[in-house]
């Protein structure tokens, strides 16, 4: 098998130093337009491919950015991490994901590996102390938080606005005639869970109507579950709306099995507007927060913070989630008014 080539090879095939193969190499310092012409021949002659890093040694730079996921699993990550890999794309950097599965443990000894190994960290956590964690084991690491522990962040994150979109959906239910609206919610530890179960409630009081609540844990399966006891009991739902979309998800294959039509008889909205959503029959109406668009913003972000520290934007950014109507919960199309609040979009 052939020897990959070295740095030294190359200064030896180009009659240069070692220091100005990487003078040209890394862009940095001064070479003369004939020594580079001379290192990029040798470079392509013998195939040498720069060592990430050798170079990262003597640039301090690893041109890859950690990214700390609660989980890996489903639509939502699957569209965060293709919008997160897409700008990293664009930007020259390469991704180091990791899962923290849900525990803060876990997310600490994760932001432990990555130093060293990365420029910057983002950090999307359900958990409250999800500040506190990047900022002691982050070192001196730029970091953006995402989404449930970053709500009263004073660090640069962005955040959806969990509780006001939970208030959007209900307030949607509620004008197509609903009265009875159950929750399905997500895990209590989870912080986005609680502001959409928060949102929920103040929802219902304000329209004088009683909540129901049960629990779930944002998988289709605990959303199917969770449907069948509201079908059960003794006064069922004439809606549900879910905290996430598997749920809901689960919740629509729950009133099929029944043999309960939607959304004449229940009514279904979920949060988040992942892919499935829209190819669900009836389609699932949401409170889209666009999620590869916000993995995008995300790192191009995070770069700003690498490559201009003094000029980072340390501000909290909120994502003010779109309601999608779709035909879980309206059969009706909704024409726009001349008023100057936005509508719902319509989507089939």
Same mark, same amino acid.
């Not at 003010?320 to 936005?342: A, C, D, I, M, N």
């Given at each position: 098998?052939?020897?990959?080539?070295?740095?030294?090879?190359? $200064?030896?095939?180009?009659?240069? @130093?070692? +220091?100005?193969?990487?003078? #040209? !190499?890394?862009?940095? *310092?001064?070479?003369?337009? %004939?020594?580079?012409?001379?290192?990029?021949?040798?470079?392509e002659a013998l195939s040498y491919v720069p060592h990430s890093g050798a170079r990262s040694l003597s640039t301090s730079k690893t041109n890859s950015v950690g990214v700390i996921l609660p989980d890996l699993f489903?639509?939502?990550?699957?569209?965060?991490?293709?919008?997160?890999?897409?700008?990293?794309?664009?930007?020259?950097?390469?991704?180091?994901?990791?899962?923290?599965?849900?525990?803060?443990?876990?997310?600490?000894?994760?932001?432990?590996?990555?130093?060293?190994?990365?420029?910057?960290?983002?950090?999307?956590?359900?958990?409250?102390? $999800?500040?506190?964690?990047?900022? @002691?084991? +982050?070192?001196?690491?730029? #970091? !953006?938080?995402?989404? *449930?522990?970053?709500?009263? %962040?004073?660090?640069?994150?962005?955040?959806?606005?969990?509780?006001?979109?939970?208030?959007?959906?209900?307030?949607?239910?509620?004008?197509?005639?609903?009265?009875?609206?159950?929750?399905?919610?997500?895990?209590?530890?989870?912080?986005?869970?609680?502001?959409?179960?928060?949102?929920?409630?103040?929802?219902?009081?304000?329209?004088?109507?009683?909540?129901?609540?049960?629990?779930?844990?944002?998988?289709?399966?605990?959303?199917?579950?969770?449907?069948?006891?509201?079908?059960?009991?003794?006064?069922?739902?004439?809606?549900?709306?879910?905290?996430?979309?598997?749920?809901?998800?689960?919740?629509?294959?729950?009133?099929?099995?029944?043999?309960?039509?939607?959304?004449?008889?229940?009514?279904?909205?979920?949060?988040?507007?992942?892919?499935?959503?829209?190819?669900?029959?009836?389609?699932?109406?949401?409170?889209?927060?666009?999620?590869?668009?916000?993995?995008?913003?995300?790192?191009?972000r995070l770069v700003g913070m690498i490559d201009g520290p003094d000029r980072a934007d340390a501000s909290r950014e909120v994502v003010t989630p779109e309601l999608v109507v779709r035909q879980s919960s309206s059969?009706?199309?909704?024409?726009?008014?001349?008023?100057?609040?936005?509508?719902?979009?319509?989507?089939?």
């Amino acid at each position: 098998m052939v020897k990959p080539a070295t740095i030294r090879d190359v $200064a030896g095939r180009a009659g240069v @130093s070692v +220091a100005s193969v990487s003078r #040209v !190499l890394t862009g940095a *310092g001064q070479v003369t337009e %004939a020594t580079r012409a001379r290192v990029m021949e040798a470079v392509e002659a013998l195939s040498y491919v720069p060592h990430s890093g050798a170079r990262s040694l003597s640039t301090s730079k690893t041109n890859s950015v950690g990214v700390i996921l609660p989980d890996l699993f489903g639509e939502f990550f699957s569209e965060l991490i293709r919008g997160l890999d897409l700008a990293a794309r664009h930007a020259g950097y390469h991704l180091i994901v990791s899962s923290s599965h849900d525990h803060a443990e876990e997310a600490a000894a994760a932001i432990r590996s990555m130093r060293g190994r990365v420029d910057g960290l983002i950090v999307l956590s359900p958990h409250l102390d $999800a500040e506190k964690l990047a900022g @002691s084991l +982050a070192g001196g690491l730029p #970091v !953006l938080l995402m989404n *449930g522990g970053a709500v009263d %962040a004073k660090r640069p994150s962005i955040v959806v606005d969990n509780h006001d979109g939970a208030v959007a959906a209900v307030q949607h239910l509620i004008a197509q005639g609903r009265t009875r609206i159950a929750h399905i919610g997500g895990p209590l530890h989870n912080a986005e869970a609680q502001a959409r179960l928060a949102g929920y409630q103040k929802a219902m009081r304000d329209a004088g109507l009683k909540p129901v609540s049960v629990q779930g844990d944002f998988t289709q399966a605990a959303g199917h579950a969770a449907c069948l006891g509201l079908l059960s009991g003794p006064s069922r739902p004439d809606a549900v709306f879910a905290a996430n979309d598997m749920m809901a998800v689960g919740a629509l294959l729950a009133l099929q099995d029944r043999g309960v039509r939607c959304p004449e008889d229940v009514a279904v909205v979920g949060f988040d507007d992942v892919p499935i959503a829209a190819l669900m029959r009836p389609s699932l109406t949401t409170m889209r927060i666009n999620i590869a668009e916000t993995g995008r913003r995300a790192l191009e972000r995070l770069v700003g913070m690498i490559d201009g520290p003094d000029r980072a934007d340390a501000s909290r950014e909120v994502v003010t989630p779109e309601l999608v109507v779709r035909q879980s919960s309206s059969t009706v199309v909704l024409k726009p008014s001349g008023g100057s609040r936005p509508e719902p979009v319509l989507a089939s």
